[in-house]
């Protein structure tokens, strides 16, 4: 009987000390951090020095090479053309991307 009740509490303290855990961005700047070439009071993430959230435009996220086609000529009929944070400022912490035409 001691061993079930053992077991029990064992099962228990498991349940509880998992249920405490969480995870969570530290901060959402990253979120925000469209890569600079020239940094003048930026902040270094990811490998690239971060924009002013404040000075961040639309272009940021904008990549000019869809208008140019892309060789289709394969079973699927598509081109992906891989882009990061080299084409795409706004990539900095969001990682790499495909754009599909």
Sequence with gaps: MKKGVS???TVALMALASSLASASDSSPLQDT?????E??????????FCKNPNLTVAEDFFYSGMDKPGNTSNPVGSAVTPVNVAQ???????GTSAVRY
Excluded: R
Excluded at 39 to 48: L, Q, S
Excluded at 88 to 94: F, K, P, S
């Design 7 to 9: 077991v029990l509490v």
């Design 33 to 37: 951090c469209v890569a600079i070439a």
């Design 39 to 48: 940094p003048e009071n930026a902040v270094f993430m990811n490998g690239k």
């Design 88 to 94: 795409i400022a706004g990539l900095n912490t969001l």
